[in-house]
């Protein structure tokens, strides 16, 4: 098989499937009504499985939104941002004091939205570097720490760090860990439960194929225990509308407190049974496939990626361009190919570019798509040799 038309390679947003288009093509429904509880309960259960909880039924009336393993999924309208700033600013208070590590733009965000709300430690290595682990064991010894939080698959330098490490590492400091999930969940293995997270955030855009404007936060029984106690002593800070004291107070009854994204809701619904119908398995291999193809095929053709080798991630890989080429690539890739990828940001801007596997993408897709990409490297006169593509991607 083949592919044809144009080639979506970026990480997120994705493409999205027919059915999450036509799903969110549904004529309006109330928002307080029985027909959005029954959403809520579908994307709720559909929100624990992508979360890898404990499964609940998609039935409204039956708490869908939690499981077993005491978890809580809370849909937020806005995008992954939205949802990771309402983690930070319900969990924490003013004098508490956080480490972030961190290893590129996303990362340093999650260590930006921090100081807006409570004291912050940031451990900033170079973006695409591993973590420095003894160095963050150092810290976690001084006792000092209320919660260390990552952003676990960081898409702008394409490095997933390890948390199952730093997860042990929390565990022995008791200290509370959170994940900025946005482009790990769904697409590469994440154990919240396992790795004890007090909180995990996704965007629907990436991983999942869903609508953007739509995300959602895990967080287990401590972290809602620590929010209520935060909240009863009146020591938050300043927020309104992601208030998660007011999204807990609806959850129960499959509803959100102000009105939600109706129609990206039933997006991402569809979406999300696209997932459970891959499984979480199957497209965590699917990711696995196309980025090592990706990564061997770019090696061997003698480019440099950004990533330490042994954590480069499965659903972006960053490669950097060859001497004498820019951004003006990915414009003709765009303009003469009907292929898209995206450019390097902030002090990396021109220097790489960065290829998505992530949601739905099929292997024919990439393989086309790279196929594209030499050819216009080629355009660019850079000279590469012909090479069997496909079989990369075997
Ligand atoms: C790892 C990561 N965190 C956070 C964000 C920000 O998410 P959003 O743009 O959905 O607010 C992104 C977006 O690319 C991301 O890749």
């Known amino acids: 098989m083949s592919h044809e038309g144009d080639c979506f390679l970026v990480p997120g947003p994705v493409r999205m499937a027919d059915n999450c288009l036509q799903a969110m093509a549904t004529p309006v429904m109330t928002a307080r009504g029985p027909e959005f509880r029954d959403v809520m309960a579908g994307l709720n259960s559909g929100l624990r499985y992508a979360f890898n909880l404990s499964p609940s039924e998609g039935v409204k009336k039956t708490q869908s939104w939690t499981g077993e393993d005491g978890y809580k999924v809370v849909v937020v309208s806005g995008s992954g941002t939205a949802a990771m700033e ?40 170079e973006w695409g570097r591993s973590f420095d682990h003894y160095e963050i064991e150092q810290q976690l010894e001084r006792g000092c ?29 008791n200290v509370a ?43 287990n029984a401590h972290c809602e225990e620590r929010i209520r106690a935060i909240h009863l002593q009146g020591d938050t800070g300043p927020k309104y509308y992601l208030d998660m004291m007011a999204a807990l107070k609806k959850g129960d009854d499959d509803q959100t407190p102000w009105t939600p ?13 696209n997932l459970k119908v891959e499984t979480n398995e199957g497209r965590w291999a699917r990711c696995e496939r196309l980025a090592t193809g990706v990564r061997a095929l770019f090696t061997d053709l003698g480019f440099g990626l950004l990533a330490d080798n042994g954590q480069r ?9 060859p001497e004498g080429i820019d951004d003006a690539w990915r414009t003709a890739l765009k303009d003469t190919y009907g292929t898209q990828v995206i450019g390097g940001q902030d002090h990396l801007k021109g220097k790489m570019f960065r290829i998505g596997s992530m949601g739905e993408t099929p ?9 594209r990409m030499l050819a216009c490297f080629r355009d660019f006169g850079h000279d590469l040799p012909e090479i069997d593509v496909a079989s990369y991607f075997a």
């Open 145 to 173: 720490y209320e919660a260390l939080l990552i952003c676990h698959n960081e898409t702008s330098a394409g490095i997933t760090q390890d948390a199952e490490a730093i997860a042990e590492m929390c565990e022995r400091h």
């Open 86 to 125: 309402m983690v930070i600013a319900n969990r924490f208070r003013a004098n508490d004091l956080v480490l972030v590590p961190t290893n590129g733009k996303f990362g340093e965000r999650v260590a930006h939205i921090c100081e807006q709300f409570c004291n912050v430690k940031h451990l900033k290595y």
């Open 313 to 321: 991630s499965n659903t972006v890989t960053a490669i950097l361009y």
């Open 177 to 219: 860990f959170i994940l900025d999930g946005i482009t790990s969940v769904g697409g590469v293995p994440v154990h919240p439960a396992e790795w004890k997270a007090e909180a995990v955030v996704m965007g629907a855009q990436k991983c999942t194929a869903g609508p953007s404007g739509i995300a959602a936060v895990a967080i």
């Open 363 to 371: 292997v024919e897709e990439m393989v086309e798509g790279c196929r």
């Open 261 to 273: 994204a109706i129609n990206l809701a039933m997006g991402w619904s569809a979406a999300l049974d």
